[in-house]
């Protein structure tokens, strides 16, 4: 989950707002809008007492079109499972992490910035409850005369909180490798060699 430097960093990285606009719109969405947590946080976890509120709180997300559908499939199950990497009462300092509210946030009443800032929080606060990701990592070594050349690529399995991220990938997928046995012949169509 996010604590303050935490979702400065991602928004820099992401939206390049410096950390101090980063801090004055989640400031916006506690204080005006009311739809996340107390954000001047150190701290990434949440405490016991937060556990029973999950579920709410998820459902709640429901509510909006944009997070609509991650969060039905997170509550179909009926409970959320919690982990330690989620709550731990000895991590949790003055305040929890940085999470949505139980109230329903009305995005149209969001600034751009405002918006991009709750996606962060949201999409994190989905992402930790989704199941892992499932990935086949595929290394493929081929022998062309006395030279070897090394091939790696993924294949995701199981996208488990991946998911989440999908719209936000902006770089390329993953090369996938063809399935191949040992001793399997090649052909090679060209070969080039540097000048």
Not at 14 to 32: G, V
Not at 69 to 89: G, S, Y
Not at 140 to 167: A, D, L, N, P
């Amino acid at each position: 989950l996010y604590d303050l430097t935490e979702l400065q960093r991602d928004a820099n990285k992401k939206f390049k707002l410096s950390a101090q606009d980063t801090l004055k719109i989640a400031q916006a969405l506690y204080e005006t809008h009311k739809i996340i947590t107390y954000p001047r946080t150190s701290s990434r976890y949440l405490s016991t007492d937060m556990a029973p509120k999950l579920n709410e709180r998820i459902q709640n997300l429901t509510k909006i079109p944009d997070y609509s559908p991650l969060a039905t499939e997170l509550t179909k199950n009926k409970k959320i499972k919690t982990t330690k990497r989620i709550i731990d009462d000895k991590k949790v300092t003055d305040h929890h992490a940085i999470i949505p509210t139980e109230k329903t946030a009305n995005l149209s009443q969001l600034s751009p910035q405002e918006h991009k800032v709750f996606d962060l929080i949201i999409k994190r606060f989905l992402a930790v409850f989704m199941p892992e990701c499932i990935k086949d990592l595929t290394e493929i070594i081929t022998q062309v005369g006395s030279h070897e050349f090394k091939t790696t690529g993924t294949m995701i399995t199981q996208e488990g909180w991946r998911s989440v991220y999908k719209e936000d990938k902006k770089d390329k997928t993953d090369l996938l490798l063809p399935t191949v046995k040992k001793d399997d012949p090649i052909t090679h169509t060209k070969l080039t060699c540097p000048e």
